[in-house]
Every structure is written in structure tokens, then in C-alpha cells.
């Protein structure tokens, strides 16, 4: 017997079912997790009460913690090796209602704009993008101008004791997944590593031997043409705020921690993990807001003289095109909201 009311009801459903197919957006359910790279237990209720307000679900990620906060999932690891921590607290954020994770420095205060229900829209992420501030291909790289490059060489030997070759994808797997990000992956020459000043903690001797030590003996086994290949594809980014997605986010902890445990610095770990587990990547670049990172003690000293050191200030006065501001560190603030 054809059943109207029931027929009707199934009708409802499948339109409310394409309705949420086409605005999923709407439907977005973050969880927001704090990282902090030392224990500072009593940024805790500050970031809370920054942050409580605009997003429902709030982790954070602290060093050691032996306290009793039910938000607080301990981990433990060096802060170059921060990523091990998304591993170790996967279990504990983790929940299938999330569809998007935002990870966050307990120093990189986020627009006061962007809240939970409206986080794509403002940033201008699309729904099932993950997102981190920007690559950098290490073949790009000039005059040295960055320390870590050299640990992307030594990928395996940063720190022994890991087998990990079969834990990841392969080689070429790998470099074919970086391809499909528009990544590619070049041989470094020695300029990329090390540049031509001497490096600055010790003598030009010194200095000249330390380097020589690398290029003619320890990475023979990679050396090529003058140059020298990455035994594995590895990448660079800022990487103080970045967001995954539920699609990425199970691969990515797992990643990271394999990457923690052979000593990978974190700065490389994370972008590296990122690649290897997600379909889509966007950049600062492909979003309404940019982040603004204070590399200088200057201009540290600006922001906090701009807003006299009140956060009640800096939420009233954010500027309205930054994604973040980093580092904001809160012991020097006044804790005034």
C-alpha cells in the first residue's frame, strides 16, 4: 500500500540531504587545539577566555602536564620536534563530528573575526582544503638563509634508532604526491645549505671544516653532479598555524610522529606530513586574510607599544585582513579582557 506521508517525508529528506550536499560549508564543525611548544600553565585560562567564546571545542596540547584541566592532553617531546605531539594527542582530540582541526601556537593569536561558524567564510578555505601558510622548495633557497635545511639531507640520521623506510609512502610515491600539489623536488647545491658566510657560532676554520665534513664525507652516498639529493622529499613552512581536515587529519598525526621520531625538525616535519596525506592544500596566498609574523624583536615591540599591551585592545583594534599575529607572548601582556 503507497504510503503518501511517508513518500512525502523520503522527499524531505533527499532535498534536505542536497541541500547540505551543496552548502556543506554551513555544516562545518572545527575543534580547536592550542599547541604549546613549553609548559605555561597559566596561558591556559587566558587563552580560554580569548578563545571560549568564538569556538565550542578547545584542546590544548601542553608539554608535561601533570594537572587535573580535562582540555589539557599531556605530551612530550622537544619543541623542535613539536609534531610528535599531533600523535601523541590524535586519540584524544580526535572525534568523527570534526570536520576540521585548527591548529594553533599558544603565541599566534587569531583574528577575533573568525569564529567557528564562520571560519571558511572569513578566511576564504574552501570546505575540504587543508591549509598551511606557505611552502618553501628548499632548491629555492639562498645564500643559507635557513639553518634547518641541512636536516632534510641527514632525513634518516637526524636521529637513529627508527626504522621507518616502510612506514612511509615510497620515494617516488612521495615525490609524486608533492607533484600533484604543484611541489617539486631538486637537487640542493651547496649554496642552498650553507650559503657563503661562515657560520656565525664559530670560526672561519671551524666553520670551513664543519661544512667540508658534510659535503665530502657524510653525504657522499647523495652527492650528484655537485649537487645533492634529498633522500626523501622534504619541504619547509611556517608552520605556528595550519588546518587539517578529517579526510587528512588520521594520516597527518600518523606522519608526524614517524617524522618526530627520526628527529625531522618541525619546521619541515609538519609540511612534509601535510603533503603526504591530504588532496588539497591552500595557501596564504589563496586566502581573504594573511597571517603577519613578527621576525624581528622590533617589530615584536611595535604591536605591543600599537596596543599597550592590553588584549583587550588588540581584539577591539585586530587588524581586519590578518589571519594571526605571531608571536604575541602573553606574560608581557596585560591580562585585561
Known amino acids: 500500500m503507497y504510503d503518501k506521508s511517508l513518500a512525502a517525508t523520503f522527499r524531505s529528506l533527499a532535498t534536505l540531504t542536497a541541500f547540505l550536499s551543496t552548502f556543506g560549508h554551513f555544516m562545518a564543525k572545527p575543534c580547536l587545539i592550542i599547541v604549546f611548544n613549553h609548559r605555561y600553565d597559566r596561558n591556559i585560562p587566558v587563552l580560554r577566555k580569548i578563545y571560549s567564546p568564538r569556538f565550542s571545542h578547545i584542546y590544548f596540547l601542553v608539554p608535561f602536564y601533570n594537572g587535573t584541566d580535562p582540555d589539557v592532553i599531556p605530551v612530550y617531546e622537544s619543541s623542535h620536534y613539536f609534531q610528535a605531539f599531533f600523535a601523541q594527542g590524535y586519540h584524544r582530540f580526535f572525534k568523527e563530528e570534526f570536520t576540521h582541526y585548527i591548529f594553533s601556537g599558544d603565541d599566534c593569536l587569531m583574528n577575533p573575526s573568525v569564529t567557528e561558524n564562520n571560519f571558511l567564510e572569513q578566511t576564504g578555505l574552501a570546505e575540504r582544503s587543508d591549509f598551511i601558510p606557505g611552502f618553501i622548495e628548499l632548491h629555492t633557497l639562498k645564500n643559507g638563509e635557513w639553518w634547518h635545511t641541512k636536516k632534510a639531507i641527514d632525513f634518516f640520521h637526524n636521529r637513529e634508532g627508527a626504522e621507518v623506510q616502510s612506514e612511509l609512502p615510497s620515494r617516488e610515491e612521495a615525490i609524486e604526491r608533492f607533484r ?12 642552498n645549505i650553507f650559503g657563503n658566510k661562515k657560520i656565525t657560532f664559530l670560526r672561519w676554520w671551524q666553520s670551513w671544516l664543519y661544512k667540508q665534513f658534510f659535503l665530502r664525507m657524510k653525504w657522499t652516498p647523495y652527492r650528484k653532479n655537485g649537487k645533492f639529493e634529498l633522500p626523501y622529499p622534504a619541504v619547509g613552512s611556517y608552520s605556528d598555524m595550519f588546518i587539517v581536515t578529517q579526510e587528512s587529519i588520521g594520516d597527518f598525526c600518523r606522519y608526524c610522529g614517524i617524522l618526530a621520531s627520526v628527529g625531522l625538525f618541525v619546521e619541515i616535519a609538519i609540511p612534509t606530513a601535510l603533503l603526504l596525506s591530504s588532496k588539497r592544500i591552500l595557501q596564504e596566498k589563496d586566502l581573504k586574510l594573511q597571517g603577519k609574523a613578527l621576525w624581528s624583536p622590533e ?39
Open 299 to 337: 617589530e615584536v615591540t611595535a604591536v605591543e607599544e600599537t596596543f599597550n599591551k592590553s588584549l583587550v585592545q588588540l581584539m577591539k583594534g585586530f587588524p581586519a585582513d590578518q589571519l594571526y599575529l605571531h608571536p604575541v607572548k602573553l606574560s608581557k601582556w596585560n591580562n585585561d579582557l
Open 180 to 191: 600533484k600539489h604543484g611541489i617539486s623536488i631538486q637537487p640542493l647545491t651547496k649554496q
